[in-house]
């Protein structure tokens, strides 16, 4: 039973905290604080989907190997292979 009372605890409390911050949205904030604040979330969501795009565009995407490094690459394989891994 407890559990449910936290729950509906949580519930309230998240409930207020949202109308506590619309009210401070619309009441106290002017019109170019809200332009304002506008303006960041559209750049923070635009930075979001350029990150991800590039993201996204660099999958699939296999690295060649470097034939310099390869002798030294199958010595430390052998050497590996010779202690039992």
């Known amino acids: 039973m407890s559990m449910l009372k936290k729950l509906r ?3 309230i409390g998240i409930t207020i ?7 401070f949205y619309y009441v106290v904030l002017t019109p170019e604080a ?24 660099m999958r699939g995407i296999v690295m060649e190997e470097d034939h310099a490094y390869l002798p030294n690459r199958e010595a430390i394989i052998e050497q590996w292979k010779s202690m039992g891994f």
């Open 34 to 57: 809200r332009q304002s604040l506008h303006e960041a979330r559209l750049a923070v969501t635009d930075s979001y989907h350029k990150m991800s795009n590039t993201i996204e565009g």
């Open 9 to 11: 605890n949580r519930v």
């Open 17 to 23: 905290l949202a109308g506590m911050g619309a009210a």
